[in-house]
C-alpha cells in the first residue's frame, strides 16, 4: 500500500497561486499514477489531474486545463500541483489519489486532503 500526505493549500486571492504537495511513502512510488481529485461543498468529488508512473503524460479537467500543472518527482516520492491563476470556483478540498493502473480511474488509496479557499 501507498500512504499520501497532502500540503500548501491556503487561502489566496482570485489570480493567485498555490503549490499542492503530496509526499507517498509504503510502496514504490512509480508504482502508481498519480493524481488530484478535490471537493466542493455540497458537490461531489471531481477529478483535476493527473500524471503517468514515469512523470509524463499529463492529463487534466477542462475546468483546469492551461492554469494547472501537475508534476512528480521520483527522487522525493512527491507529486505536485502548480495552481495559477485562481478562481473562486476553485475553493476546495484537493486530495491526492493513487492507481497502481495505468489511468487514474479507479484510485485506490487517498490522501486526506488540504483545503484552498480562493477568495474574490
Known amino acids: 500500500q501507498v500512504q499520501l500526505v497532502e500540503s500548501g493549500g491556503g487561502l489566496v486571492q482570485a489570480g493567485g497561486s498555490l503549490r499542492l504537495s503530496c509526499a507517498a511513502s509504503?510502496?514504490?512510488?512509480?508504482?502508481?499514477?498519480l493524481g488530484w481529485f478535490r471537493q466542493a461543498p455540497g458537490k461531489e468529488r471531481e477529478f483535476v489531474a493527473a500524471?503517468?508512473?514515469?512523470?509524463?503524460?499529463?492529463y487534466y479537467a477542462d475546468s483546469v486545463k492551461g492554469r494547472f500543472t501537475i508534476s512528480r518527482d521520483g527522487a522525493k516520492n512527491t507529486v505536485y500541483l502548480q495552481m495559477n491563476t485562481l478562481k473562486p470556483e476553485d475553493t476546495a478540498v484537493y486530495y491526492c489519489?493513487?492507481?497502481?493502473?495505468?489511468?487514474?480511474?479507479?484510485?485506490?488509496?487517498w490522501g486526506q486532503g488540504t483545503q484552498v479557499t480562493v477568495s474574490s
Open positions: 500524471i503517468s508512473k514515469s512523470g509524463g503524460n499529463p
Open positions: 509504503g510502496r514504490a512510488f512509480n508504482y502508481y499514477t
Open positions: 489519489a493513487a492507481d497502481p493502473g495505468t489511468y487514474l480511474r479507479t484510485p485506490q488509496y
